[in-house]
């Protein structure tokens, strides 16, 4: 990701945990075989009534590789409903090329057993509005049923995260916040080198940079579509180790940037701090590509 000075200017953290990025990264999470506390009480719903919205949703958002963007739109920082409402208005044309390209990924070999796209994929890809409902209705029953118990977890460890980082943001400025990142994202400047599954570039171009902590999120994952308002979802790091090390705290007003040039260092980070739980779908996740 290409920064000018007006990006780092326009960079800023989200306010809390996107619904709509954790509704749809925590399906991920679903094929893992390691028991994840904040979805327990999905496990337990699953286990009473089968899978129910799940029989939409997987299809949407495979193991590994590409899901659509329009499935977590800007909207969604607001909470469930407006997001819902974005996905529901979502102008054909986007949802043609979109799911049209989720289609043809589905033809590639090693995409798992999701791999044919249902018949049903096609009406949304038309924008039909009983479709686009029945949609908004799975992620609504979905987000509410499995994450809603265990949202305040979620919250926790996002709102840990937004600490630590906006504690190097105000000490010492955007430069120094980005430094705070683990070995998945690299400041060198004026490039943010990002851990991802194929080779890019992204330039930003003045329009800032959006940083969204995530509780479900285990690789740093963005838009495929260059042209949306630019996002880097990332793996919140957990509140036991969203703490600046001993002496990080003291006199850090009065070090320059250069001076700080570490920023904020973890005792401890690793983007694998979070616990899947096992299901009936498999043992396949992935970075969005």
């Known amino acids: 990701m290409h920064f000018t000075a007006e990006d780092l200017n326009r960079t800023r953290i989200a306010e809390g945990a996107d619904p709509l990025w954790e509704t749809v990264l925590s399906l991920h999470r679903l094929r893992e075989s390691r028991t994840e506390p904040a979805l327990a009480a999905w496990r337990q719903h699953a286990a009473r009534h089968g899978p129910g919205p799940l029989r939409l949703l997987l299809p949407l958002v495979p193991p590994r590789g590409y899901f659509p963007d329009f499935l977590t739109p800007a909207a969604g920082s607001a909470g469930v409903e407006p997001g819902l409402e974005a996905v529901m208005t979502t102008p054909r044309r986007r949802l043609r090329a979109e799911i049209g390209r989720l289609a043809g990924q589905a033809q590639r070999p090693g995409h798992g057993q999701h791999a044919a796209p249902p018949s049903w994929m096609r009406s949304l890809a038309d924008g039909e509005p009983a479709a686009l409902r029945t949609l908004a209705r799975s992620l609504r029953t979905y987000h509410h049923t499995a994450l809603g118990p ?25 430069e120094a916040m980005l430094r705070t990142f683990g070995p998945e994202m690299r400041w060198r400047r004026p490039v943010l080198e990002v851990t991802y599954p194929r080779d890019g570039d992204l330039r930003l171009e003045g329009r800032g940079l959006l940083l969204v902590p995530s509780y479900f999120c285990t690789n740093p994952v963005t838009f495929v579509d260059t042209e949306l308002p630019p996002v880097l979802v990332y793996p919140a790091v957990p509140p036991a180790e969203a703490v600046p090390e001993r002496g990080e705290r003291a006199g850090a007003a009065g070090r320059s940037g250069a001076g700080h040039a570490e920023g904020l260092r973890l005792r401890t980070y690793g983007s694998g701090a979070l616990r899947g739980f096992q299901t009936r779908f498999g043992a396949l996740t992935g970075t969005r590509f």
């Open 150 to 174: 265990g949202w305040p977890m979620v919250g926790q460890r996002v709102e840990a995260d937004r600490t630590l980082r906006l504690h190097a943001l105000r000490q010492d400025g955007t």
